[in-house]
């Protein structure tokens, strides 16, 4: 098959390995082959074990390939949220051409000297998206390319991340024996490719509930102007099972796919299932109603956790609602149990591709489509955020990060102008919806949280 237009998404997920082959013409975009490996050698989104990750990544290249019957050279990777911060930047060249015509050169350029100033020695640029250029004093252009000038400004907003994170995932990627053609931001990357353009222009809630962490996000303005990530995912919810259960934890993985509802009023007291218990040569019977509410446990506290940083922004109240997304998105009844802690308007993201129709593949499915929709001058950009980040020979993977939720990093204006200043009405002491197993929850949180 022929590669052009071809843009392969690459999601390094804690529970699994998600790759979706795409392939745009015009404005379609279609794709042609997904695959999917459990993952191996990762710890809450961050990769502890280089060679295992490789491998599992190269498993679900391997199937995507022979899905799409295309040979896979390069990857679109996506970088989690984790200890993720927004920063301002802006730079100034002149146009050396004797015409003063701008070209894709003077954008490179201009590029460089935003990126020069103020970056940590332990960061690297995983995006830059350019809010807008200037040409000689005249601002709100969004493509140079072309105009006549002698000064081209640009201010944009650089994501940035723990450079060790970066380098063990690129070194992952070139021992599956691809090379990566850039880094995405997850939450940006999946706002700006799943939202209409309403929800992305006056503001949406974004919560990707992944096995190994939630991350939560605001999109507005078309931008992404509020993170936060919890490290609790549905691994945590298969944990709970398996400890009130006394099951292993496979046992409890299927058990949760298979009987489990993340709304126990939709679940049966009458409806049963054994369990198989360790020291026991008996099975438990166990009906769904009772699993539901260890479920439920979970998951008040995971999103009463995206509940209370978002109250501290005003970001309760958005436009467009809550969009949830991720795989753990994919229990029974999960938006009907969000709407009880969150509000009503709660809706669920599903890819509606053929071969991806499950919320866990939104992140691969998401990174492919930004991709392969940037701009040139975009694409620029991407080209001089790649050359400046140096590949190592070797990079000692991180250590897993604390069982704990992670403080929120805004944009630079943080503690002044919490969400770049956007404040939206609203009762700031609001408080999380009662749940309806709260009682339940604290008796297993007290007993089995991982804080």
């Known amino acids: 098959m022929n590669n052009a237009g071809v843009t392969v998404g690459l999601d390094i997920g804690t529970t699994s390995i998600k790759v979706v082959i795409a392939q745009t013409t015009g404005n379609q975009f279609n794709v042609i082959g997904a695959g999917t490996a459990p993952s191996r050698g990762l710890r809450k989104g961050v990769i502890v074990d280089i060679d295992a990750t490789a491998n599992a990544i190269r498993e679900a290249i391997n199937q995507a390939q022979e899905k799409a019957n295309i040979q896979i050279n390069e990857v679109v990777a996506g970088i989690p949220a ?24 003077d954008v490179q350029h201009v590029t460089q000297q935003a990126l020069s100033n103020h970056l940590p020695a332990d960061r690297d640029v995983i995006d830059l998206i350019a809010d807008e250029f200037s040409v000689d004093g005249f601002d709100g252009i969004k493509d140079p390319h072309e105009m006549i000038g002698v000064r081209l400004e640009m201010r944009g907003t650089a994501y940035i991340g723990p450079s060790k994170i970066l ?43 992944g096995g190994g962490q ?47 509802f993340a709304d126990p009023t939709y679940a049966s007291d009458d409806k049963n299932f054994s369990v198989e218990v360790v020291g026991e040569t008996q099975p438990q019977v166990v009906s769904e109603k ?21 109250n501290a922004v005003n970001g309760l109240n958005m436009p467009g609602g809550f969009v949830l997304t991720g795989g753990n998105a994919a229990l029974p009844k999960m938006v009907d149990f969000a709407k009880s802690v969150l509000g009503e308007n709660v809706r669920l993201f ?32 991407k080209q001089v955020i790649m050359s400046q980040q140096e590949t190592v020979p070797y990079a000692q993977p991180v250590e897993a990060l604390p069982m704990a939720p992670q403080a929120y990093v805004d944009t630079a204006e943080t503690s002044v102008k919490p969400f770049d200043h956007y404040q939206y009405s609203g009762n700031t002491s609001e408080k999380p919806r009662q749940g309806f197993f709260g009682r339940l929850m604290q008796s297993i949180k007290n007993l089995f949280s991982e804080d």
Request: proline residues 2%; charged residues 25%; aromatic residues 8%.
């Open 350 to 381: 599903v890819p509606d591709q053929i071969g991806l129709r499950h919320p866990s593949y939104t992140r691969a499915m998401a990174y492919a489509m930004f991709a392969s929709r940037e701009s040139m001058t975009q694409q620029v950009i």
């Open 290 to 310: 009772y699993l539901s509410e260890i479920i439920a446990a979970r998951l008040e506290q995971i999103y009463t956790r995206a509940f209370e940083p978002l």
């Open 214 to 260: 939630t991350t939560t996000s605001i999109i507005h303005d078309r931008k992404l102007k509020f993170n936060t990530v919890d490290i609790e995912g549905g691994d945590n919810v298969t944990k709970d099972i398996s400890t009130v259960l006394g099951t292993s934890y496979a046992n409890a993985e299927r058990i949760k796919r298979d009987y489990g």
């Open 167 to 209: 380098d063990n995932t690129r070194m992952a990627i070139q021992k599956a024996g691809v090379s990566l053609r850039e880094f995405v931001l997850a939450p940006l990357a999946i706002g700006t490719s799943i939202l209409n353009d309403g929800e992305q222009d006056f503001g949406t809630v974004l919560i990707d509930l």
């Open 82 to 105: 984790n200890q993720i911060e927004m920063i301002h930047v802006d730079g100034l060249v002149s146009i050396a051409n004797q015409n003063k015509r701008i070209t894709y050169d």
